[in-house]
């Protein structure tokens, strides 16, 4: 906001050798005016105090420290990150002097700073977000998967950014990759990457938008707790994934994400399949089909075999009979067989058997003819 | 002349090209031709896997004004 300077009334245009001659509307555009030249852009840090808002747009607070206090004034709009008194802050803007001749600092800009103070607006921040229903679950998209056309906000110049390019182009090929040069930290960087959000959703084809950013200090990342970043990222209507500091960082812009990568190399992995992993997967499926094939064949060769296989059993078995059945035949053979008896010490006896007759006696080794002299009943015994 | 096929519509035909030998279409005397298309589709998705490469385009606007 500048204010218009009338150029002075020819009765006080000063005359070289004098004092210049001002009036106070003179003197106040003339003080802005080199106030604006001096400390445009300046950045004042203190402890806020006083703050309050009136008619919901204008927004009042002191910015001091231990000796001294500036009044500073900003709209509503510009406010992006809520304020409570005793934190400590860091704003830009420009000092000014009021027609009334107040001195105040105009605010466009204000970031938290210190650890006590960011934790203390993101909390704020995150319970008036949450209420509002941005980080709610079933706002989450999944993100496609197959990727050919990927929009990313980074800083080209960033070690997260190079980390982030190194695990995409190792795991995964034929993506077009559409790059936003942006700040990823101060006061700049939230405005930066909205407008890179925008251009991605107005002016592109991109599937996906990924925020990265590598590690840093609280204060390095504090940038993506801002309100309107958030909920530029929460509009969106392209899908983002943000990969911004390490697995411990959580920002804001984290919550309004569709996903969240812990790190930019992870969200890298998450964006892409391992080439190495569909690679052997293709190997596995080449594997199975061969092993499926043999199976099948060793299937057809046993189907074609099995009536041979049943015949062949069958022809074993009676040949397993018939040869038992001899075998028996055989034993009892042997069994009858009058060598056999003679061995074990009986002797046959032929010819007619009476008193004074003749007749032969053969034995195992002998042949022997005999005279009977008597015959007797033999007195058998009882079994 | 017929379009060059993507990586994902390659590994559609791969999926489709194994899974004909688990199906009852399978034929043994057909197996052998299947599976040299098999290997050939294979190693043509190997190759374009190593061969694959991302283009990194920074957009020349500029997002600070």
């Not at chain 1, 001096?38 to 009136?54: C, D, F, H, T």
Request: glycine share 6%; with cysteine; hydrophobic share 40%.
């Amino acid at each position: 906001m500048t204010t218009e300077i009338k150029p002075p009334a020819k009765a006080d245009i000063p005359i070289p050798g004098e004092s210049p001659r001002f009036t106070p509307t003179t003197l106040i555009a003339a003080m802005n005016q080199t106030l604006e030249y001096a400390y445009e852009g300046a950045l004042l840090v203190g402890e806020v105090a006083s703050y309050k808002v009136n008619q919901g747009k204008w927004v009042f607070f002191d910015l001091k420290d231990e000796e001294s206090s500036v009044s500073c004034f900003m709209s509503i709009y510009q406010l992006r990150v809520p304020l409570e008194d005793g934190m400590k802050i860091v704003v830009r803007g420009v000092p000014k002097v009021t027609k009334w001749g107040k001195f105040s600092f105009t605010v466009s800009a204000i970031k938290p700073v210190g650890d006590g103070s960011i934790k203390k607006a993101f909390e704020l921040l995150k319970k008036k977000l949450s209420d509002e229903g941005l980080f709610a679950p079933e706002k989450k998209r999944e993100l496609p998967k197959d990727i050919t056309k990927l929009g990313v906000i980074s800083s080209t110049g960033a070690a997260g950014y190079a980390d982030f390019v190194k695990i995409l182009n190792a795991r995964w090929g034929g993506i077009h990759v559409q790059v936003a040069h942006t700040q990823v930290q101060g006061m700049d960087a939230p405005d930066q990457i909205i407008r890179a959000l925008k251009y991605f959703n107005e002016h592109s084809e991109v599937q996906v938008i990924a925020i990265l950013r590598g590690g840093g200090s609280a204060d390095d990342l504090s940038c993506f707790n801002d309100e309107q970043l958030v909920r530029a990222i929460a509009a969106s209507k392209i899908p983002v994934i943000t990969g911004i500091g390490h697995e411990v960082d959580e920002s804001l812009a984290d919550l309004a994400a569709d996903v969240r990568a812990s790190t930019p190399s992870n969200a890298a992995e998450m964006l892409t399949p391992d080439r190495e992993s569909v690679k052997y997967s293709v190997e596995i499926a080449i594997s199975r089909t061969k092993s499926t094939i043999i199976y099948k064949i060793d299937d057809i060769l046993g189907r074609v075999d099995e009536p041979f296989d049943k015949i062949r059993r069958q022809i074993k078995q009676k040949i397993e009979f018939y040869h038992n059945m001899l075998f028996q035949k055989v034993k009892i053979l042997e069994a009858l067989n009058p060598e056999k008896v003679l061995r074990q010490g009986y002797a046959i006896l032929s010819g007619k058997v009476s008193p004074g007759s003749v007749v032969n006696i053969t034995t195992f080794d002998k042949e022997i003819t005999a005279e009977v002299k008597e015959i007797h009943e033999r007195k058998k015994v009882t079994e | 002349m017929s379009e060059k096929k993507s990586l994902n519509e390659k590994m559609e035909e791969l999926d489709k090209k194994t899974g004909w030998f688990y199906s009852n279409d399978f034929k043994l005397e057909e197996s052998a031709e299947k599976y040299k298309e098999a290997i050939a589709l294979a190693n043509d998705i190997k190759k374009d896997l190593n061969e694959l490469k991302n283009e990194i385009e920074v957009l020349s606007e500029d997002f600070s004004k």
